[in-house]
């Protein structure tokens, strides 16, 4: 069953717009006809089998990955996969959206604080000064505010993740993309990370998390989408979903999950 | 005692030699690297001729011997009408040569910076130069180091080649010397501990940079 948040919550302006989304690598279909609508405000998670493409619809919005059609449009930033577009609009785009990768993806040869404020320097044109302020309070935020002259291979996983999530607000962006955040991390470690996104999602960041935490899309998110096969099956209430799914696939998924 | 006699009065010519093959290894490096730089996007850029070109000058480079190159710069040349001077064309040879072997080293260096960095940069909106500029090239440099270091000793001892196209530095010193004087074993003895005692420092410094390059990756 498909409950869009649209008229779960009416009123609610859109901040991302997907529609008619395709990708295929080849001969491999990966995602097929996506239609997302995620709400100013509200945290989307997206659960599913690995495979169903969840990751790709990620990064086919801040075009890491280049769909074969569709539109996506984000705080009106709109980009059509079929027709040209500039350098110019495809910044603009990414400008918008801050993305957290499993991997964190932090830059090795810089110190954490370099990591967070040459992006602010290059992309924003802040000068150095206003620039480190700005990093040394989202890292305070994040708990590490000593680590500024540290190098990432130094710090923690949880610490790196919480840095990359530091790095991606400094940007100002007003979607925040999370690519399962905690999949790489130790469950203890992980809760921190978890903890900083509840804060975020709380001071009303519109979100989209692909997880594999089930506690996280139950408790914190207001919209979730179940994905295989390349196509949304189940989108809704997240505790309507989790208690009672409707596609036989979501039962499947969510007992295998459950079940661990 | 005579070679210590002979050592002290075949040093001074011997250095001068050196000079000049340090003088060598450091033009040719000099032109080369940027030109390698050059050559690693090259033999990696979407654009057919460039890519074509960039590659055969590559392949040249590598696949002829340093020693046919000079050569080929001194005597082939001016039958084409081209004529340098010794050193001229030892340098243009070398060039070659070193730009050839570090574009490969480069374009190694270059692609073994993991995916995701660059998908990092790219996600937070930063362009595609600015991520070559600040992630891909400092960090394709740290993992080349080692390498282009490990050549520029290589190189050092290349510049011995040179002797047979008549530019002056250790090696031909030497041979000219020893020709003069019949005193080959020590001038070999000599030339060879001079190139020694450059060359093995200079290995043990690229350890050493390695080591520390190493660190924060």
Same mark, same amino acid.
């Given at each position: 069953m498909i409950e869009l948040p649209e008229e779960r919550f009416p009123g609610r302006d859109a901040k991302v717009t997907v529609r008619h989304l395709a990708k295929s690598f080849g001969d491999n279909v990966v995602l097929e006809d996506i239609d997302m609508t995620v709400l100013e405000g509200t945290v989307t998670a997206m659960i599913g089998p690995s495979g169903a493409g969840k990751s790709t619809v990620l990064r086919c919005l801040n075009l890491l990955e280049r769909p074969d059609s569709g539109t996506i449009d984000i705080s009106g930033h709109r980009i059509d996969a079929e027709s040209r577009f500039t350098n110019r609009q495809l910044y603009a785009l990414r400008r918008e959206a801050g993305m957290v990768f499993q991997h964190f993806n932090l830059f090795p040869h810089m110190s954490v604080m370099r990591n967070v404020t040459l992006p602010q320097q290059r992309i924003l044109g802040r000068s150095k000064a206003e620039a480190e302020q700005k990093s040394h309070e989202l890292l305070t935020r994040m708990g590490l505010g000593d680590k500024g002259s540290q190098y990432p291979n130094r710090c923690s996983g949880g610490q790196q993740q919480r840095i990359a999530i530091a790095r991606a607000l400094a940007l100002e962006p007003t979607v925040m993309l999370f +690519?399962?955040?905690? !999949? !790489?991390? +130790?469950p203890e470690v992980g809760v921190e990370v978890l903890e900083v996104m509840h804060e975020l999602a709380n001071e009303g960041m519109t979100m989209i998390v692909v997880t594999h935490e089930m506690g996280f899309a139950r408790t914190v998110s207001d919209d979730l989408v179940v994905m295989a096969d390349g196509r949304i099956i189940e989108q809704g209430e997240p505790k309507r979903i989790m208690e009672d799914p409707s596609h036989p696939r979501t039962q499947d998924f969510l007992r295998a999950v459950l079940q661990r | 005692m005579t070679f210590f006699t002979d050592a002290v009065q075949f040093l001074p010519a011997l250095l001068g030699g050196l000079r000049v093959s340090l003088a060598l290894t450091g033009l040719s490096l000099l032109f080369g690297l940027p030109l390698a730089t050059l050559l690693s996007f090259g033999t990696r850029s979407a654009n057919k001729p460039v890519r074509w070109v960039s590659i055969a000058f590559v392949e040249v480079g590598r696949g002829a011997p340093a020693l046919v190159m000079l050569q080929f710069m001194y005597f082939g040349l001016p039958t084409a009408g081209l004529t340098l001077s010794a050193l001229a064309s030892a340098t243009l040879a070398l060039t070659w040569t070193t730009a050839a072997y570090c574009a490969e080293y480069l374009r190694g260096g270059l692609s073994a910076v993991p995916r995701g960095e660059v998908e990092g940069s790219m996600a937070l909106g930063m362009t595609r130069w600015d991520t070559l500029r600040y992630i891909v090239i400092p960090q394709g440099w740290r993992i080349a180091l080692p390498s282009l270091m490990g050549f520029a000793v290589i190189l050092f001892q290349m510049t011995s080649l040179a002797y047979t196209v008549a530019v002056p530095e250790l090696m031909s010193q030497a041979y000219t010397n020893a020709t003069m004087s019949f005193k080959y074993m020590t001038l070999f003895v000599l030339a060879g501990s001079i190139y020694a005692s450059i060359s093995i420092p200079a290995t043990w410094l690229s350890v050493l940079v390695e080591k520390r390059l190493a660190r924060h990756l």
């Open positions: +690519d399962e955040p905690t !999949s !790489s991390l +130790d | -």
